[in-house]
């Protein structure tokens, strides 16, 4: 973290505002951010105060707003009691208990509608199978399923009885299972027999029962929900069925009112080590970012249909899944499998079929779908969308324009929503009927989110587009609370500079003329090139809008004269150029990134495969990929790539 100067070079110069029809029916108008903005300035605790008692029904109402006593594990609304579950269903029964909640579509075809009041009968009986399980409050439950509606009844269970969920990605590894359901010390795990992904059975059980094998002495139970039906192994008197488990079970059980502080849930995510950390979620304050950024950011109504692609094993999955969109009685949509079974047209499919009205993924898939071509989507109905998200990485401006011309038929605003899996819910993002966009820019924080772009001793840097650390100034109610079991990594991680006064997020950005901020990536992945710095994601962004590249990975490798040299891993539209044209190839994009930025951003090496090195989750593994940008030897675990075979095609092995 030595830099304080990260040069930025990337320039987009196109404005999109919203249109009148928007701002007419969105949920949120400028002159409410005015107010809102004008309070969080005069009265910061006051602002989430009033925020926390409209959009949250309380048991035992708060007094105290925030307690900094014990800073940086700061506290919000803590002498407040609540019930995250009670929030999420219970309170739409009067007036919403027949609308549909959850439309699930499996990725065979099959398709079920579960209403209000259904799923709420189906948490409350889950919730006192969990009982019944020996599972109470504060014990950790390793939840680990296919992205199926149970997962949904899994989770709001245990936040009914107060028992901590850990999501378990259903793409990792047995190993990976193993090493997080240790650290959480879980009592239980809920798996299926199997989930079903890209035509096959993903086999969910079968890594519980090795992870099991190798060693997790706190797991006292399994409980396996029949979804594939394709025949695992169940041990007598430690495995259950799911639905052996609720047989019997009443379809009420009371909530258990826990204070605000209680912890909904931890999820383990990658650090700079290698040991994935356990951040660690509150119940109230999380609730109140997902129900407010459900509904200023996704401007999400009664009459929608939500459908947020990703896994529950995300943060995503949580805030936009899980809770979000239920704390606000919408409809959403859940889809179990791959976007290309049975064919590229999945998605696209699916928003016709259901009539989604607003459709929330990541780049990488954007892209992904993209290589299709036009004629895919264009073939279905995408009339009922009406809005568009992104996140989890800066979305290039040619993935931004063809999801605004071809998705969004040039009407749906894109809200390009920075955050992370520490801050629980949106940070920066756009707010649709307000906010003038620019594609691959995340534009502003929300109201009372203090951003900003600082140098390494914490001054606000005053030049537009210089680049410097992303933080934020005050702690806000949906922050990490800590990393479990890990207080002194917490602080050293998240609060290291600036005499531990702000958030250090992890990130570098740069903040232009009109005040918009613009992600440049990790600072772990920040290069630094004679002298010059320069965001890994840049000089991505610079060849994914190269026509023939598809997608790009850039890491550095040391260089005797320039400190460090660039390496880029390159998939291209059509076969993998080989031979003569892979060589023409690289000729042509090192021109093309020395138009795009500047001759210092040329790559010095590019190599092509099939695929990047991804986990099942679609980040590309970085750390793999410095590793073989230095021809070190591979040791870390490949087990969890989509594609193993492209890391021999990225070392020049095959
Ligand atoms: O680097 C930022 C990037 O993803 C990181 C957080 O990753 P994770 O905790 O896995 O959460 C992903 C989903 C919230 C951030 O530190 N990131 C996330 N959203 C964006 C982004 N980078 C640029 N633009 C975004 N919209």
Sequence with gaps: MSNNNIQSILQETRIFEPSDEFIAQANIKATDVALMKQKAEEDYTGFWGDLAKEHIDWQTPFTTILDDSKAPHYQWFSDGRLNVSYNCLDRHIADKGDKTAIIFEGEPGDIRKISYKELLADVSQFANALKAQGVGKGDRVIIYLPMVAEGVVAMQACARIGAIHSVVFGGFSAEALKDRANDAEAKIIITADGGNRGGKPVELKKAVDAALDAGCPSVEKVIVLQRTNHGVDMQEGRDIWWHDAINGQSTECEPEWVDAEHPLFLLYTSGSTGKPKGIQHSSAGYLLQAIITNKWVFDQKASDTFWCTADIGWITGHTYVAYGPLALGTTQLIYEGAPTVPDSGRFWKICQDHQVSIFYTAPTAIRALMRFGDDVPNSYDLSKLRLLGTVGEPINPEAWMWYHNVIGQEKCPIMDTWWQTETGGHMIAPLPGITALKPGSCTHALPGIIADVVDKEGNSIENANEGGFL?????????????????????????????????????????????????????????????????????????????????????????????????????????????????????????????????????????????????????????????????????????TLENEAVVEQLQGKA
Aim: some cysteine.
């Design 471 to 639: 933080v934020i100034k005050k702690p806000f109610p949906s922050m990490l609370r800590t990393i479990w079991n890990d207080d002194s990594r917490y602080a050293e991680t998240y609060w290291p500079m600036f005499d531990g006064k702000y958030y250090l997020a992890g990130d570098s950005a740069y903040i232009d003329e009109d005040g918009y901020f613009w992600i440049m990536g990790r600072i772990d992945d920040v290069l630094n090139v004679s002298g010059h710095r320069l965001g890994t994601m840049e000089v991505e962004s610079a060849l994914v809008a190269h026509p023939s590249v598809t997608e790009a990975a850039v890491v550095g490798k040391p260089h005797e004269v320039k400190g460090e040299a660039i390496v880029a891993f390159i998939t291209c539209k059509g076969d993998r150029p080989t031979g003569d044209k892979a060589d023409k190839m690289i000729e042509e994009l090192r021109a093309w990134v020395a138009k795009e930025i500047g001759p210092i951003a040329k790559p010095d090496d590019i190599r092509f495969a099939d695929g990047l090195p991804k986990t099942r989750s679609g980040k590309i593994m970085r750390r793999l990929l410095r590793a073989i940008a230095k021809g070190e030897e591979i040791t870390q675990d490949t087990s």
